[in-house]
C-alpha cells in the first residue's frame, strides 16, 4: 500500500516508518519540516508541499498523526494551538482525503479525548469536555466520523493510545525511570496506583493493524499494553531492569505537604516544581483502559511489557539526566 503519513518526524512517527517499510509499505513522509533518513520506498515532503497540489500517484491510506501535545497547565497561545493544530489540521487532511479519493483514515487520538471514569473506562465513553487538549482531540474524532459517515467508500479507525513509552521517549514513564535509576524515591504511599500504558513497538504494530483492517465506517479502538501493573509493580520491574534497588517510598502525608509546598512556589515564581497538588491528585488517580475490542478484532501485542521496559531502560541508562519530574499522569 501507498500510505501517507502526517507527523512522521515526531516519536511514534520515527517508529512506525520503518515498522510498515517492514512490512511492505511505502509513501509520503509528511512534516513541517522534511522527514529524514526514511526508509527505502518512502519520500519526504512538507505538509504545505503536500496540501497544495495532487498527490504523484493514488494514495491507499491517511495516518493522521499530527498534533500539538497536551500541556499540563496550557497557555492561551497553547489553546489557540490545539484548535488549529488539532481540530483544524485534522479537517484540512480529511478535506485532503476527500478531494483526491483517499479511502482510508486512521486518526491517532488520545484516551484523554474521553472522559476517564472510576474503573475501566471503555471506546464508548463520553466526549472530554473540559480540558482543552482533551476536547480539542474531541472533536478533531467527531470530524473524522462526519468523514467516514459522508461517503460508503470511506474506512476510518480513531486509535486512542494511553501514555506511550520507548526509547527517546522523555515525556510520563520516562521520568519515573530516570528516578528509578538515579536512585531518588518516586513511590507514594503504597503505591497501589494502575495506570495503562502503551509501548511504542505496540502502538505502531496497532497503526499497520488499523491500515490492514479498516472497514466502511469509523471505528475506536484503546492502543495500550495488555496487562496494567501497578505504579509498585512497575517500578520494581524497572529497578530490576535496570540493576538498582527499588525506590524508596515518600509517606502520603510528607508528600501533600511537599505538593503544597510546590503549590506555592509555582504560584510565586511561575515556575514548574516536581510536585504540587494537581500533580499528586494525577499520581494518585487509577487511569484504566483496556485494550479488549482491538484484542478481539485480531490485534496481537508484538511485545511485553517487559520487553518495552526493558528497551527504555536501556536507553535511559545511556542517556542519564533526563526529565527530573514526577509525570505519571495520561
Known amino acids: 500500500m501507498k500510505v501517507l503519513v502526517t507527523g512522521a518526524s515526531g516519536f511514534v512517527g520515527r517508529g512506525l516508518l520503518p515498522r510498515l517499510a517492514a512490512g511492505g509499505h511505502g509513501g509520503v513522509a509528511v512534516g513541517r519540516e522534511p522527514p529524514r533518513d526514511l526508509p527505502a520506498g518512502w519520500t519526504a515532503a512538507t505538509r504545505p508541499q503536500v496540501l497544495a ?46 478531494r483526491y479519493r483517499v479511502e482510508t483514515f486512521v486518526h491517532l487520538s488520545t484516551i484523554k479525548a474521553v472522559m476517564a471514569g472510576e474503573g475501566p473506562t471503555y471506546e464508548d465513553a463520553p466526549a472530554e469536555a473540559l480540558s482543552p487538549y482533551g476536547s480539542s482531540k474531541a472533536r478533531a474524532e467527531a470530524a473524522v466520523r462526519r468523514w467516514a459517515g459522508s461517503d460508503v467508500s470511506h474506512q476510518a479507525v480513531i486509535l486512542r493510545p494511553t501514555p506511550v513509552y520507548g526509547p527517546g521517549n522523555e515525556a510520563n514513564l520516562a521520568a519515573f525511570v530516570q528516578q528509578i535509576l538515579g536512585g531518588r524515591p518516586c513511590l507514594i504511599g503504597a503505591g497501589d496506583t494502575r495506570k495503562s500504558i502503551v509501548s511504542r513497538t505496540n502502538l505502531v504494530a496497532a497503526i499497520e493493524f488499523a491500515i490492514a483492517n479498516a472497514e466502511p465506517g469509523c471505528t475506536a479502538y484503546t492502543v495500550a499494553d495488555p496487562n496494567t501493573p501497578t505504579l509498585a509493580e512497575l517500578a520494581s520491574l524497572i529497578a530490576d531492569l535496570g540493576g538498582v534497588v527499588p525506590p524508596r517510598r ?7 505537604a511537599v ?14 516544581f516536581p510536585l504540587t497538588s494537581s500533580r499528586l491528585n494525577a499520581i494518585r488517580e487509577t487511569t484504566l483502559f483496556p485494550c479488549d475490542k482491538i484484542v478481539a478484532a485480531g490485534f496481537r ?12 531502560v536501556a536507553w535511559a541508562q545511556s542517556h542519564p539526566g533526563g526529565s527530573r519530574q514526577i509525570r505519571m499522569s495520561t
Not at 303 to 309: A, I, K, P, S
Open 53 to 98: 497540489r495532487e498527490p504523484a500517484g493514488a494514495i491507499d491510506a491517511i495516518v493522521h498523526l499530527e498534533v500539538k501535545q497536551h500541556v499540563p497547565r496550557p497557555k492561551p497561545a497553547d489553546i489557540d494551538a490545539f484548535e488549529t493544530v488539532n481540530v483544524g489540521g485534522t479537517c484540512e487532511w480529511l478535506e485532503w482525503a476527500e
Open 250 to 256: 515518600i509517606p502520603a502525608v510528607a508528600a501533600a
Open 259 to 272: 505538593a503544597k509546598i510546590g503549590d506555592v512556589i509555582e504560584y510565586l515564581t511561575r515556575r514548574s
Open 301 to 312: 501485542h508484538p511485545q511485553t511489557t517487559r520487553e518495552g521496559l526493558a528497551e527504555m
